[in-house]
């Protein structure tokens, strides 16, 4: 059996859709998911799921804690669903080619430290670009600046609201988020 587990730091929309994708497949198992905020959304979506869920603070992450759990857990992969601190160097070198990230906009453009939500969306529509979309890229030491795995685009529309921006870019992730998770397992 394949394991997942997902680190989320918000509401867990996109937690919950590849949980949901995957709950019928025998092959796969999404052991838990682990969040850096008490208050997340993401922990009561689990409950919901019936997902084992747990909050760790930054000392946590920062010490070996958080990675050796992950450790003992053995995943085949660690997906990020919104997860907003910097993976640490030890992590990537433990999980080589194994944490994944799905960035709101078509990287290299629109990456980096803050960019992250709608702060995305707001420097797509000021840019005046006429396209946006996802990236979904292997971690490395720096934020958005691992392998690109695949990329989808979208159109945007000199009228579009960030709040339109944000939901077309949402239903590319919930398309393809789990389709490349999926692919990436069975090439594993």
């Excluded at 053995?74 to 919104?82: F, K, Q, R, S, T």
């Excluded at 993976?87 to 992250?116: C, Q, S």
Aim: charged share 20%.
């Amino acid at each position: 059996m394949k394991k997942l587990i997902i680190l989320a730091s918000g509401s867990g929309t996109n937690a919950e859709n590849i949980i949901r994708y995957f709950e019928h497949d025998a092959a796969v198992s999404v052991v838990c998911v682990l969040s850096n905020k008490s208050n997340a959304g993401v922990l009561n979506r689990c409950d919901q799921l019936q997902i084992p869920a747990f909050y760790f603070n930054k000392s946590a992450f920062k010490s070996d804690k958080v990675l050796n759990f992950i450790k003992c857990e053995n995943p085949d992969l660690i997906i990020l669903a919104g997860f907003l601190w910097k993976i640490p160097l030890e992590w990537v070198h433990t999980f080589p080619e194994k944490i994944v990230n799905v960035h709101p906009a078509l990287l290299p453009k629109f990456g980096g430290k803050g960019m992250y939500g709608n702060h995305v969306h707001q420097a797509v529509k000021e840019s005046g670009d006429s396209e946006t979309g996802i990236t979904i890229h292997l971690v490395n030491e720096e934020y958005d600046k691992g392998s690109i795995l695949f990329q989808a685009s979208t159109k945007v529309h000199v009228d579009d609201t960030i709040d339109a921006i944000a939901a077309k870019v949402h239903e590319l992730e919930y398309k393809h988020y789990p389709e490349v998770i999926h692919k990436l397992l069975q090439d594993g």
